[in-house]
């Protein structure tokens, strides 16, 4: 079946946050943020990427891969200029923080930890399009769905001549963005003890050519 990339429609909204909980339950960074049972770290999972996609939704472009009305793909950017996040853009994300103390309230300290060092290592200039989830349902995984979502962002940056950013806690992902042009920016634990964390960054100039096989699953 050949599967199109589409914009994410507000009737597919409600998919987002299990899909990306499914594709990120063994995502390192998640995974030893908050240690446990799938199911409890599913749901500050959730309510992050969905509240990602919303203001990706407002403030950027989110392509889906979509069959037979159920969501099997997404990919959110934010465009140049778009980030840092106002104050007001930041409410956003309350529901994930009130998700996060209920669930895991010693973890909090580390959680808020991990913010501010997102927010540090994230390059504010140039202005850029910024790479803030992709994630293909596991049941879905392995058919080429991720390297369509990042071929059609990766051609907006292309059309408008924009450098790109990303990061990343999966060794197998930063192989893979590798070979879309992106470069190893710095690597660094966003909390203490944490695992590695590679920031990534993709000139204006950089062509990936056709783009590498379908190995990661998130970003």
């Known amino acids: 079946m050949t599967v199109s990339v589409q914009n994410l429609g507000p009737e597919l909204l409600e998919q987002?946050?299990?899909l990306c909980a499914r594709a990120f339950d063994d995502y390192p960074f998640l995974a030893e943020l908050f240690?446990?049972?799938?199911?409890?770290?599913?749901?500050?999972?959730?309510?992050f990427y969905v509240a990602t996609v919303r203001d990706c939704l407002e403030?950027?472009?989110v392509h889906a891969t979509v069959e037979d009305g159920r969501l099997t793909g997404v990919a959110a950017w934010l465009?140049?200029?778009?980030?840092?996040?106002?104050?007001?853009?930041?409410?956003?994300?309350?529901?994930?923080?009130?998700a996060g103390l209920r669930h895991f309230p010693g973890r909090a300290r580390l959680a808020l930890q991990a913010l501010a060092r997102l927010e540090r290592y994230h390059p504010h200039t140039p202005t850029h399009w910024y790479l803030a989830t992709i994630a293909v349902d596991p049941a879905h995984q392995g058919?080429?769905?991720?390297v369509r979502l990042m071929r059609a962002g990766l051609?907006?940056?292309?059309?408008?001549?924009?450098?790109?950013?990303?990061e990343t806690a999966k060794a197998a992902n930063r192989d893979w963005y590798?070979?879309?042009?992106?470069?190893?920016?710095?690597?660094?634990?966003c909390f203490d003890g944490g695992p590695p964390q590679w920031f990534m960054w993709r000139p204006p100039e950089a062509r990936s050519g056709m783009g590498p096989e379908e190995t990661a699953r998130t970003a």
């Open 16 to 18: 987002v946050g299990p």
């Open 35 to 47: 240690p446990g049972p799938s199911e409890k770290r599913a749901r500050v999972a959730s309510a």
């Open 59 to 61: 403030h950027g472009v």
């Open 79 to 98: 465009r140049p200029g778009a980030f840092p996040l106002s104050l007001g853009r930041q409410a956003g994300f309350l529901p994930t923080v009130w």
């Open 143 to 146: 058919r080429g769905l991720g």
């Open 155 to 166: 051609a907006l940056a292309e059309e408008t001549r924009a450098p790109c950013f990303l």
């Open 178 to 189: 590798l070979g879309f042009g992106f470069d190893l920016q710095r690597t660094e634990p």
